[in-house]
């Protein structure tokens, strides 16, 4: 089945500790993002990733950082998370950047205590 | 950057209703989708439709990109329909960027 797979599905942490939320595609798409979630602010992109090695700052970058080493896993790094990035996040992936269709995964509820 | 908005924000239907949901967008688009989020926070792809009209069961979306709107088409609403409705554009091939949503409630 093609899908995109984030893991954890919720998680509790406290300020400080490195978490890494994991996200992987099996659909072997090119483009691959992370977006957060939250009240009243709607859905804002974190990072972006047009291919392997290649990143970029989406709106909300900071705080966080994401590698591509290779091409069907994009994770998403908190290296001291704080309470301000408690959220819903989404990682999502499609063919290329643009005018293809974009498939999210199921969510990470991430509470930083 | 691009602006896109949605109407109505809220909307309570009784079960076997239609309605129809609307999405304005500032700029020409590349790429324009709607999701479902369900009440688990899951983000359901509905369609993918930057132009035409596609079906799928008892939804239906339309995209005038000449005119810059979407609209999509719920009929004979059921409870499971409830959550909240995004309409999603990208218009400079790096993000989508999206609506505020239209949450939805069917009531029994």
């Known amino acids: 089945e093609a899908q995109v797979t984030q893991n954890p599905r919720y998680l509790i942490t406290v300020t400080g500790k490195k978490l890494t939320v994991t996200c992987s595609q099996n659909?072997?798409?090119?483009?691959m993002s992370w977006y957060r979630q939250d009240p009243g602010l709607g859905l804002r992109q974190i990072y972006y990733s047009m291919n392997v090695e290649v990143t970029d700052k989406g709106d909300v970058p900071e705080g966080y950082k994401v590698s591509r080493k290779e091409k069907r896993n994009f994770p998403l790094i908190l290296e001291s998370p704080s309470p301000n990035q408690t959220s819903l996040y989404f990682c999502a992936s499609s063919l290329f950047a643009g005018n293809t269709e974009a498939f999210f995964g199921q969510g990470t509820r991430l509470t930083v205590v | 950057g691009i602006q896109v908005e949605q109407s109505p924000p809220d909307l309570i239907l009784q079960e076997g209703a239609n309605s129809t949901l609307r999405c304005n967008f500032s700029d020409s688009v590349n790429n324009l989708q709607w999701f479902h989020q369900n009440p688990w926070g899951q983000l359901i792809n509905l369609f993918y439709?930057?132009?035409g009209t596609k079906q799928n069961g008892r939804l239906s979306a339309t995209t005038v990109a000449t005119e810059r709107y979407s609209l999509l088409y719920i009929s004979s609403s059921q409870t499971t329909d409830s959550g909240v409705y995004f309409c999603a554009v990208d218009g400079t091939a790096s993000k989508l960027t999206f609506g505020t949503g239209t949450r939805l409630q069917v009531t029994l």
């Open positions: 439709i930057p132009s």
């Open positions: 659909m072997n798409h090119e483009y």
